[in-house]
């Protein structure tokens, strides 16, 4: 009975959920698809301790299926944190050092305002009659998050892929509100491309029959989305070393569509455990807010103008096998960053990893950032 | 710091904005920043170069020059500098071309090619010149266009760039170029340093 085992850890969840920080925004907010809300809950949690003068926080944005449990064990889902490669006390993102914050993003489903969440007006979940929420929504809710920490400027604003976006955006929202940004493989625009991908995944999601079903949930097409996507977030080069054409537990080919090669095995695992923890609705909006970003049009057309007022030190990172968010596209950020006189410094870090780099072990990254968030503290601290 | 740097380092006025194009390491950005409050801005094509800079604080931005420099804004910096680089570009004049439109004055150095051991070398060794400031052998050397302290004064008079200040480096003493002793200085001098726009 696989469909009570899922409600059953899904009530699990639910009573979980309500232990775990969470702010209730009181003022409105006006989210770009014109709704107006109130009283939402961002879910979050914090690293560290803030200092006195309040001058060591960091804002770390989670990407399309992160949350806020950034490292450490996830309290929900029992798994280690997404960027516990890179938070952590004396990792990169030094949590005896600094204090990090990260907050689920609105529209996720780790009990942020999100479909996944029970609308008050009507008393059921939300599911696809949450709004459609943007990039910016996004960004604005942070931010009342970092009001009520009383923080009035961060050190860092930081994050790869979507958190990347997040970190641009919020650049753009509040131009003297950190001393420094790290947006890491990541575009100032949606490319076709990343629509496209995007779009497969929706597809997948609302052609499982499920999807529409109350009290179910469409697994199987959830889990399809997340294997197409995985696949673009590793390269070529590292599938096939990793990989290769190796079988699974068998010698030889077994003429059937059972999982006969490693890699099908692997994204097959890689779909089924991701619909243990996320929201395939969560999944719809998410993605969605990803394709609707387009900074350089909220500018009129003029990217540069998006920072035009930054007083922020921007140090802009990709990765060299990164064909989700390639080097061209961060390279774009950078430009308009000097069209305008910003500070910005970039590199792009040699990794055959992939998109997914930013979450794994690539020392040259993690010494980057370390080391740019280290002088940027040395700095403020003269 | 190189004899080299502290020439081009005395040209540079305090609290101005410097761009340091082809930057290595940072040396003489990381003087400029912590020494004269400039605000300093680099462009540099080796990767373990640009981290080393990011992680002294220096904001560098990973890039050829030949192709990066356009997005730079006009006289968006007081001063750019190029140190030993101009004759490893396919192109130097078009790079030329836009560090003088980037920079309100640029700072262009160039080994000599005029120096007496690189002329006798060719004279009388009949091979590629091979000093202490050209290290490199004919086939793997990144210096495409060479030139003289005399040729880069020819280019300059010929395109219209006014030269503000020509300094020369000979054995480490620095000392100025005149129309008078152009001739010598282009035989003894290893290094010239001039001040353009």
Redesign the interface.
């Known amino acids: 009975m696989p469909g009570l085992a899922g409600l059953f850890f899904c009530l699990i969840m639910n009573s979980e959920l309500k232990n775990i920080k969470k702010l209730i925004v009181d003022k409105s907010l006006e989210l770009d698809c014109g709704k107006i809300i109130k009283n939402f809950p961002v879910a979050y949690e914090t690293y560290g301790t803030l200092n006195k003068n309040k001058d060591n926080a960091i804002l770390a944005f989670h990407a399309l299926t992160g949350d806020q449990f950034c490292t450490n064990i996830n309290p929900i889902t029992k798994r280690e944190g997404w960027w516990k490669t890179a938070v952590g006390p004396e990792k990169a993102i030094d949590t005896n050092k600094y204090f990090v914050i990260c907050a689920n993003v609105i529209g996720g489903c780790m009990g942020s305002y999100g479909p996944k969440e029970t609308n008050p007006a009507t008393n059921k979940l939300f599911g696809t009659t949450f709004p459609v929420i943007t990039i910016r929504d996004m960004v604005k809710a942070q931010k009342y998050l970092i009001d009520h920490l009383g923080i009035k400027k961060l050190l860092a604003i930081i994050g790869g892929s979507m958190g990347g976006m997040q970190v641009l955006q919020f650049a753009a929202l509040y131009p003297d509100m950190s001393y420094s940004a790290i947006p890491i493989a990541c575009s100032a625009s949606h490319s076709a491309q990343n629509i496209a991908l995007n779009e497969l995944g929706r597809q997948a999601i609302m052609a499982d029959p499920n999807w529409k079903k109350e009290n179910a949930s469409p697994d199987k097409g959830l889990a399809v989305a997340r294997m197409a996507a995985h696949i673009t977030y590793l390269s070529k080069k590292s599938l096939e070393e990793k990989f290769g054409r190796k079988l699974q537990d068998k010698e030889s080919l077994k003429f059937s569509f059972d999982a006969d090669f490693q890699i099908e095995s692997y994204l097959r695992y890689q779909g089924s455990s991701f619909v243990d923890r996320f929201d395939a609705n969560s999944y719809l909006y998410i993605t969605r807010a990803m394709d609707y970003f387009d900074l350089e049009k909220q500018f009129k057309g003029k990217l540069s103008l998006a920072f035009k007022n930054t007083k922020s030190k921007f140090c802009v990172i990709s990765f060299s096998s990164d064909w989700l968010y390639p080097t061209i596209e961060n390279k774009e950020i950078v430009i308009a960053l000097n069209t305008c006189g910003a500070n910005v410094g970039f590199v792009e870090i040699n990794s055959d990893k992939g998109h997914d780099s930013f979450l794994l072990d690539v020392p040259e990254f993690l010494k980057t950032v370390r080391e740019f968030l280290n002088s940027t503290y040395n700095e403020i601290k003269k | 710091m190189k004899k080299e740097f502290e020439v081009i380092s005395q040209i540079i006025k305090n609290n101005k904005r410097v761009l340091d194009v082809g930057c290595g390491d940072g040396t003489l950005m990381e003087y400029l920043k912590n020494n004269q409050q400039n605000d300093v ?1 680099g462009l540099e094509p080796q ?1 373990e170069f ?2 080393k ?11 050829d020059a030949e192709k990066e420099l356009s ?3 006009e006289k ?1 910096f007081d001063y750019v500098v190029l140190s030993q680089t101009l004759q490893a570009f396919f192109n130097p004049e078009e790079v030329l071309n836009h560090l003088l439109r980037i920079g309100k004055q640029t700072i262009v150095s160039i080994p000599n090619f005029g120096y007496w051991k690189v002329r006798l070398h060719l004279l009388f060794k009949g091979t590629m010149p091979i000093t202490k400031n050209l290290p490199n052998e004919w086939y793997n050397t990144p210096n495409l266009h060479m030139c003289t302290i005399k040729d880069f004064v020819n280019f300059c008079n010929k395109k219209n760039i006014k030269i503000d200040k020509s300094m020369c480096l000979t054995n480490e003493k620095i000392s100025e170029i005149t129309s008078k002793n152009m001739g010598s200085k282009n035989i003894f001098s290893q290094l010239g340093i001039f001040l353009i726009e």
């Open positions: 801005r990767k640009v981290q800079c990011i992680s002294k604080g220096l904001s560098v931005i990973e890039g997005q730079f804004q968006s």
